[in-house]
């Protein structure tokens, strides 16, 4: 996050993508882990005006989360 913070948000967005992988791997590809990096590069790719990676993005991690946390979840709402 120190790279996103600084403005380099390639480097950030590499480390994250990269994070992503380890994580699905380690613990599936429906953990909650898993839809917080989701979201976290999706906020990437909107500051990079990169809108349909970042929708994709937000709405894999929106899928997860409403498969964990059922619809009504107020961290739903968050991710909305």
């Not at 349909?52 to 964990?68: N, V």
């Amino acid at each position: 996050m120190i790279e996103y913070e600084r403005g380099d948000i390639d480097k950030a967005m590499g480390l994250f993508k990269e994070t992503l992988q380890v994580r699905r791997i380690a613990l599936g590809p429906d953990h909650p882990d898993v839809a917080s990096v989701l979201n976290k590069i999706g906020t990437m790719h909107h500051k990079k005006e990169e809108y349909d990676d970042a929708l994709c993005c937000f709405q894999e991690g929106l899928r997860i989360e409403s498969l964990i946390l059922g619809n009504n979840h107020p961290d739903i709402d968050v991710t909305l």
